[in-house]
Every structure is written in structure tokens, then in C-alpha cells.
């Protein structure tokens, strides 16, 4: 499966509303055979306290120093307000396939980004798109048609998932439901957060961003 994930880092975050503490996160399924980093599963089942740190790690990522002077409910307006002058969201983190059967798990590469996801649509058709770096995983198509997705670059120490083009295909559909429930659990946090035309603002360019 393809999982949504967001990069919460291991540095403590400070927002003006609760979240979970991100240097105490759960693991993701499977074992990584790289270090891995803290990565937040995203989906619509999310708590309050998880979607508070999902929102206060995207806003400290592209928010900037007058985002992070701002207070309450302002932090979301400050937020869309800077974007609106930028040319893309970027999103910490990307999507990470693991077969939970043989216990193992590919994580994005390093400045991949969520917002890059769709990049994933391109391995049914045969490419082998770029998914990050360090320990930079890609995607080698075999000629019995299987698709394996390495972990890295070192094919001796790194681990692989083989997967065929068909089922890459029903995964991203999968991914792309499961962000947009993500997405839609965010505006009831927000609308709960701040005011509903901040909300609906900050819930629409989260659906630009991620190319929903």
C-alpha cells in the first residue's frame, strides 16, 4: 500500500493550539532498512491533537518568520496570505509504500515533497520518476513487467518492494482518497480553529497544493 505520510522532524514544535508531542510518534508498518525519519501517517481518521501537529509542522515548514510571530487564528490566515505570493506549497514528507505481509517499508527521499505525489502516476506508464534523495529510492522496471522500488541507491544493503504497474495503479488511487479525507478532516479542525472564511481558504489551498 501507499501511504500519505508528513515529515514531522525530531526538533519540538510550538503552535497556538494543541498537538501531539512530534518527538513521540508511532512507527509506521514494517521495518525501514534505512535510518528513517518521523513520519505521520495522514488520513481522515486522524485526531484533533495529530491533525494540530500536522498543521503546525506545514507552517513551520513554508510559514516563514512573520507566519510563526503570528498568533491563534491568525496563524492560518498569515499562512494562506504568504502563499498566495508563492508559487508552490511545499509539504514535508511524500508517500510510503510498504508491504505489510514481508514487514517492509520504503520511505520518500529527502526534499521529495507530498506535494509531489502524483509524480507516482508515472510508473504505470513506465517511467521511473525521481523520488527524493538520501537515501534516494527509484524505481527499476524488470523485463518479466514486475516494478521494484528500492529503498536506495545501494542495492546490496538496501531492501526492494516488487509490485506490478496494475497494482501501483490501485494504490494511488487508494493514496488520493485517503488525502482527501485527510484534507477534509482538516477544515473541521480548522473551522473549529479559526474563522470559517480563514478556514475554507486554508482548506482550498491544501487542495491546490496537493494537487487534489
Sequence with gaps: ???????????????????????????????????????????????????????AVMVEYAGGDAIKAADGPSVLAAFVGSMDEAEALAVPGGLALVDAAAGVRIEPGCCFGLESWREWARVPAGESPWLGHSPDPWIEH???????????????????????????????????????????????????????????????????????
Excluded at 513520519?39 to 491533525?51: I, K, N, Q, T
Excluded at 470559517?196 to 496537493?210: E, Q, S, T
Aim: hydrophobic share 45%.
Design 142 to 212: 524488470r523485463p518479466d513487467g514486475t516494478v521494484r522500488v528500492w529503498a536506495g541507491s545501494d542495492t546490496l544493503t538496501s531492501g526492494h518492494i516488487d509490485t506490478t504497474t496494475a497494482a501501483l495503479a490501485g494504490m494511488l488511487g487508494d493514496a488520493e482518497r485517503t488525502l482527501n479525507e485527510f484534507v477534509d478532516r482538516v477544515g473541521h479542525w480548522a473551522r473549529a480553529t479559526t474563522t470559517p472564511d480563514d478556514a475554507g481558504a486554508f482548506v482550498n489551498l491544501l487542495r491546490r497544493g496537493l494537487r487534489l
Design 1 to 55: 500500500m501507499l501511504i500519505p505520510v508528513l515529515e514531522v522532524g525530531s526538533a519540538g514544535l510550538a503552535a497556538p493550539w494543541p498537538m501531539v508531542d512530534n518527538r513521540s510518534m508511532p512507527s509506521l508498518p514494517g521495518r525501514s532498512s534505512v535510518v528513517p525519519d518521523r513520519l505521520l501517517p495522514l488520513s481522515g481518521a486522524l485526531g484533533r491533537d495529530e491533525v494540530g501537529l500536522a498543521v
